[in-house]
């Protein structure tokens, strides 16, 4: 093994140790399987059907396979079923080969054997079969495919989507953490930090995402390999040069994650923004820069060091797949590819197209068909062409409109944008896809149902709006029910009225509810062997004599094995990172007149450590982020009702924190992949956010001066739509207090329903699971993603999700099935090339032209959100003029 290592290029060398005597040594095992015979009687069919799997990666497993040992690979095989029988991701054709295989137990393991190489116990006990071990030559295919099965896991990855983009090989001596990385990497930490600062308050807003500085970096990086000298400095025995050699991917992925890092402004920022402004709470003291730098830092750093203490369980083990991360590997992948093998497309074609010249061909395409929907023809985008037919139809506006209806309309955009605005069908696996369709299926009927029924009085409202409104029908008036300093004014709230919401953020809300008990039960019951394991290894990590027993418990997963070579980041540098962290913030809060206790910044760490692993899981492997905003807003505005200000840093701290550890975990798990030192990705990740707070914070301290910022007067349309909604959030949550609205006699007591209710249907599908096993449409309905679906209502609709569903049916079911290697070379190519597309488009479109003011007005602009799809034109119900509904003045 250690000789085959070599000769790939790999790290196996002498701790690649085969796991239970899986490699077959010669020591007195025989083996009685003809592997290569079986093998090649069976390459056409494995090759794209049984094993899912391309040429290139099966024939580098059969030459691993053919050293293994029948008992070895039973013993394997063991681990995979229990580690990924439930796994949505994992192929069925193979689990159910799997199961085939492991019928029958052995009767002889080697032994003694090491603790980690104990067989597990099935989930699902399969019926015996006596033929495959004791008569193995009877079963030779099988046999066959389970050891290449063996050597793809071992030696690569077991998913398919992994394998395309990811390779299964490391060069430890390239260079990556080098001068001109960090200087083209902060350059554009800082440049996309600005762009994105600056025109956040705009509306509608410009940001660059990490795409655009990603596909910027490399002809910067190629132009310093060709101008800069080959001069540097040796540093604790290390050369550093300003030109060390070709640039390469790891430098371009190390930059890449730099501007990932900046390229969103600290939540933070919204406080300030609301405390200083005179339209809202007025206190001038909050533009001091100590206390914006302060809150600022201590929010991003507690993200940081959470996702580095919780690497064990969202970057190390392999089901955790992190789809986002793979679109940014394809890209890096594109640029640096090293072979172009031809591959077999459809319609019986051979594409020997190279992926960066794809990439070139699809950027172009997409950078022109933008121009179209987002400034040319926007009814493209929006294409509501059965509310064009009879615009003062409401019935039909509120079914069908894509703008402020129920979006239920067969063909409803021809803007890439849209079709990937809630998720990409490129990128996530077609089961997300559907699962979050299907929640919004089924909850559209309920929210027509609850808006035709005037329940709450929904009928007087915009259906599917996430504003609150007064009990006239009109947008709520925060400011109307507030004292001289924030606070609220009890006798102005019983004159005025109390919050109402739209039927569509009703049903949000109560699925909220379900969500956040749903992910921690889906935890429980489906993932607690993977959090035990987790936890075990965290531990063990702390006690020197189990460390040997950590690195071996992780050897099945090649790209641990690879990484295995570089140093860890000490856990006391997260500890470090943490105290400092909770440090700044409790001196914050405390010195400056907050009104506010240190307790919160503890609050939001317990909350992130509580939620941090199940959401992590279901994100990692789903590519869906369950956000617990809501929730931080229910407990924080319990806590501190009336003290919206309070409620903000409960809002930030526990929504916040969480958010940003499973962002910076997706950047673990990008350095992972393409093999970057962990102790380079936490320098690359510190530094960047470092900078940019400063920047960030900056950027406010000129922008709250501007004049009439914030306000429909606003200069370059800087009206604040983000600013506006917090401050909205921040007076309902905090001022008026959920006991308001969720307590005891209530208006919307009844959806904390969802709390119970999430935990039952996650109960049920585990129980359908265990009760038909096999079955593949209960193994690829995932409840917590199904549910997480429905959040996307209020004030998207369906037009934004249904899109996705055909795209990512042709993509992952027919084109992966059929042409797999035609699908490894160009999906996550294409993909990036889209996104990046319309990010350089737009960026084009805003200053070449929006900018200066510049607009194209006729019909197909115009006609989008006209007649009774603005949403507030016609309600299904009309309030007399004077008249309300719901309680009147003290009766609420």
Not at 245 to 271: C, D, V
Request: hydrophobic content about 45%; glycine content about 8%.
């Amino acid at each position: 093994m250690a000789d085959y290592a070599e000769k790939r290029g790999d790290v196996a060398g002498p701790h690649h140790e085969p796991r239970g005597g899986i490699i077959n040594e010669k020591e007195g095992m025989h083996e009685t399987v003809d592997i290569d015979h079986a093998v090649a009687a069976a390459d056409n069919e494995l090759a794209e059907h049984d094993l899912n799997v391309t040429e290139d990666d099966l024939l580098e497993a059969k030459e691993l396979a053919a050293t293994f040992t029948l008992e070895g690979t039973r013993t394997l095989m063991l681990q995979v079923y229990k580690l990924h029988h439930r796994d949505p991701n994992f192929p069925q054709t193979i689990l159910e080969r799997i199961e085939e295989f492991l019928r029958k137990p052995l009767s002889i393991i080697p032994s003694p054997q090491p603790p980690w190489c104990k067989p597990p116990p099935l989930t699902s006990s399969p019926p015996d079969n006596d033929d495959v071990f004791d008569n193995p030559e009877k079963h030779e295919q099988l046999i066959a495919e389970m050891k290449i099965e063996a050597a793809l896991i071992t030696n690569n990855s077991p998913y398919a989507e992994v394998r395309a983009v990811v390779s299964n090989h490391d060069d430890p001596e390239m260079p990556c953490s080098t001068i001109r990385a960090w200087v083209i990497g902060i350059f554009f930490s800082v440049a996309v930090a600005f762009i994105n600062g600056f025109f956040e308050i705009r509306q509608p807003a410009i940001s660059v995402t990490a795409n655009v500085p990603q596909l910027l970096a490399y002809p910067v990086g190629k132009l310093f390999e060709k101008v800069l000298p080959d001069v540097g400095v040796t540093l604790f025995g290390v050369r550093h040069s300003l030109n060390p050699g070709p640039f390469n991917r790891k430098e371009h992925m190390l930059i890449t994650i730099m501007a990932s890092i900046s390229k969103s402004s600290p939540y933070t920022n919204y406080i300030i923004w609301i405390q200083y402004l005179p339209q809202f709470f007025n206190q001038t003291w909050a533009l001091s820069f100590g206390y914006q730098i302060l809150i600022a830092l201590s929010t991003n750093f507690i993200g940081y060091s959470l996702a580095g203490i919780c690497r064990r369980f969202l970057v190390y083990p392999s089901y955790c797949v992190w789809p986002q991360s793979l679109v940014t590997i394809a890209l890096n992948s594109a640029f640096h590819g090293d072979t172009n093998p031809a591959v077999a497309g459809p319609f019986k074609t051979f594409w020997r197209m190279s992926r960066l010249k794809f990439f070139g061909l699809a950027f172009t395409a997409m950078f022109v068909w933008f121009w179209f929907p987002n400034y040319i023809f926007q009814g493209l985008a929006y294409f509501s062409w059965m509310v064009w037919i009879a615009p003062d139809n409401a019935k039909l506006a509120v079914i069908t409109g894509g703008f402020s209806g129920l979006g239920l309309n067969p063909l409803p955009t021809f803007d890439w944008n849209i079709v990937t605005y809630l998720w990409d069908p490129l990128m996530l696996p077609f089961f997300s896809i559907a699962n979050n369709f299907a929640g919004m299926a089924i909850t559209l009927p309920v929210i027509a149902a609850m808006y035709y029924s005037n329940v709450w009085g929904g009928a007087y409202l915009p259906i599917n709006s996430n504003k609150p409104y007064d009990r006239f029908g009109k947008r709520y008036n925060v400011t109307s029910i507030l004292d001289d300093r924030g606070i609220m004014d009890i006798e102005k709230y019983n004159a005025y009225s109390p919050p109402y919401l739209s039927s569509a953020n009703t049903v949000v809300y109560m699925i909220f509810f379900a969500v956040y008990s749903a992910v921690v039960t889906y935890a429980a019951l489906f993932h607690r062997t993977e959090i035990m394991m987790g936890f075990r290894d965290l531990i063990n990590s702390f006690r020197p004599s189990k460390r040997k027993e950590v690195e071996e418990g992780r050897v099945l997963d090649v790209h641990n094995r690879l990484m295995k070579k570089y140093k860890e980041v000490p856990e006391w540098w997260y500890f470090i990172t943490l105290v400092f962290a909770v440090a700044v913030g409790c001196a914050a809060i405390a010195v400056y007149p907050t009104y506010t206790s240190v307790a919160v910044v503890f609050y939001g760490v317990i909350m992130c450590l509580i939620f941090v692993v199940p959401v992590g899981i279901v994100y990692a492997m789903t590519g869906v982020e369950v956000t617990l905003n809501v929730l931080a807003e229910f407990i924080g505005g319990s806590f501190v009702e009336g003290n919206a200000l309070a409620m903000c840093f409960f809002k930030s701290y526990g929504y916040v924190t969480c958010a940003h550890a499973l962002a910076f975990s997706n950047d673990l798990k990008l350095a992972h992949y393409v093999k970057i030192a962990p102790r380079f990705t936490f320098f690359a990740q510190m530094v960047p956010s470092l900078v940019t707070t400063f920047v960030y914070i900056g950027i406010v301290q000129f922008q709250v001066h501007l004049k009439d910022v914030c306000t429909p007067d606003a200069p370059f349309r800087f009206f604040c739509p983000g600013v506006n909604t917090f401050f909205t959030a921040a007076v309902l949550w905090g001022t008026v207090g959920p006991k308001r609205l969720w307590g005891v006699g209530g208006t919307y007591t009844v959806t904390l329903l969802g709390f119970p209710l999430g935990v039952v249907i996650v109960l049920l599908f585990w129980l359908a699971g265990k009760k038909w096993p096999k079955s593949a449409f209960v193994r690829n309905i995932h409840p917590v993603v199904m549910m997480n679906g429905g959040l996307s209502w209020a004030p998207y609709n369906i037009s934004q999700m249904w899109p996705a569903v055909p795209v990512a049916a042709f993509s992952w079911l027919f084109v992966r099935k059929r042409f797999l290697g035609f699908w490894s070379k160009y999906n996550f190519v294409l993909s990036a090339a889209f996104s990046a597309g319309m990010a350089i488009s737009g960026l084009v479109q805003f200053f070449g032209l929006a900018y200066n003011g510049t607009e194209f007005n006729w019909w197909g602009n115009a006609i989008v959100g006209s007649g009774c799809d603005d949403g507030v034109s016609c309600p299904h119900m009309k309030l007399p003029k004077g008249e309300y509904f719901g309680p009147g003045p003290g009766q609420f």
